[in-house]
């Protein structure tokens, strides 16, 4: 079983689909906890350590075999517990931001809410040093996309996105900080790769299931 840990119940279907459509079989255990990403914009993803430790013990000790964190946010803060965890705890972003290291050295990551411009940066950045390349990694907030999402506004949330990623031409690949920007990149014509998150994360977590371990993201590790 993989449990899931989200702070948007959003999330819930679109993982489900993706299970549905390329991994059939696979138990999915949802947990969602708003909250923390509240406290994590307001005080700092630190500030959440302890909730986050305490969400994915439980559902370790529900039976999990891994645990896949969905926020960006607070997706490094997920992986620390993985050693208390005793299973691979991953965050969602971690095989996307290898894949844009693979795909050019200049990286433009787009973000509806500002927490998570400096941690995914910060990601791609590490796993830039992991694979021992060279990058330049520039971060965009998308102007009121954020608001857009809060009050359902899901397709003026994505026309947004789809528009600031159409807008960026000094690049080698765009990636998508949040997993709920995924069809965004389905509606845009940026000319270099967009790559979102959801996909990738869902198929690395349900690898970790399959053999008890973290698997490779393309990265050296």
Same mark, same amino acid.
């Given at each position: 079983?993989?449990?899931?840990?989200?702070? !948007?119940?959003?999330?819930?279907?679109?993982?489900? /689909?993706?299970?549905?459509? /390329?991994?059939?079989?696979?138990?999915?255990?949802?947990?969602?906890?708003?909250?923390?990403?509240?406290? #994590?914009?307001?005080?700092?993803? !630190? $500030?959440? $350590?302890?909730?986050?430790?305490? $969400?994915?013990?439980?559902? *370790?000790?529900?039976?999990?075999?891994?645990?896949?964190?969905?926020? !960006?946010?607070?997706?490094?803060?997920?992986?620390? *517990?993985?050693?208390?965890?005793?299973?691979?705890?991953?965050?969602?972003?971690?095989?996307?931001?290898?894949?844009?290291?693979?795909?050019?050295?200049?990286?433009?990551?787009?973000?509806?809410?500002?927490?998570?411009?400096?941690?995914? #940066?910060?990601?791609?950045?590490?796993?830039?040093?992991?694979?021992?390349?060279? *990058?330049?990694?520039? !971060?965009?907030?998308?102007?009121?996309?954020?608001?857009?999402?809060?009050?359902?506004?899901?397709?003026?949330?994505?026309?947004?996105?789809?528009?600031?990623?159409?807008?960026?031409?000094?690049?080698?690949?765009?990636?998508? #900080?949040?997993?709920?920007? $995924?069809?965004?990149?389905?509606?845009?014509? /940026?000319?270099?790769?967009?790559?979102?998150?959801?996909?990738?994360?869902?198929?690395?977590?349900?690898?970790?299931?399959?053999?008890?371990?973290?698997?490779?993201?393309?990265?050296?590790?």
């Amino acid at each position: 079983m993989l449990a899931l840990l989200h702070t !948007s119940a959003v999330h819930v279907p679109v993982f489900d /689909a993706l299970r549905d459509a /390329a991994h059939p079989g696979l138990e999915l255990r949802h947990h969602v906890a708003a909250e923390l990403l509240d406290v #994590a914009r307001r005080d700092g993803p !630190s $500030a959440v $350590a302890g909730a986050v430790r305490e $969400a994915v013990l439980r559902a *370790v000790g529900e039976g999990a075999r891994a645990v896949l964190c969905t926020c !960006s946010t607070i997706g490094q803060v997920a992986e620390a *517990v993985a050693d208390d965890a005793g299973v691979p705890v991953l965050r969602v972003d971690r095989p996307m931001a290898a894949a844009a290291v693979a795909a050019g050295s200049r990286v433009v990551v787009l973000a509806a809410l500002r927490s998570t411009l400096a941690p995914t #940066a910060a990601l791609v950045e590490d796993e830039a040093r992991r694979a021992g390349r060279a *990058v330049e990694v520039r !971060s965009r907030l998308v102007d009121g996309a954020w608001e857009r999402f809060e009050i359902g506004d899901t397709e003026g949330y994505l026309r947004l996105v789809a528009d600031a990623a159409d807008a960026v031409t000094d690049a080698d690949v765009i990636v998508l #900080a949040q997993a709920s920007m $995924a069809p965004a990149g389905e509606r845009t014509g /940026a000319a270099m790769p967009v790559l979102a998150s959801p996909g990738p994360g869902l198929a690395a977590a349900a690898a970790a299931v399959s053999t008890g371990r973290r698997v490779s993201t393309g990265r050296n590790e």
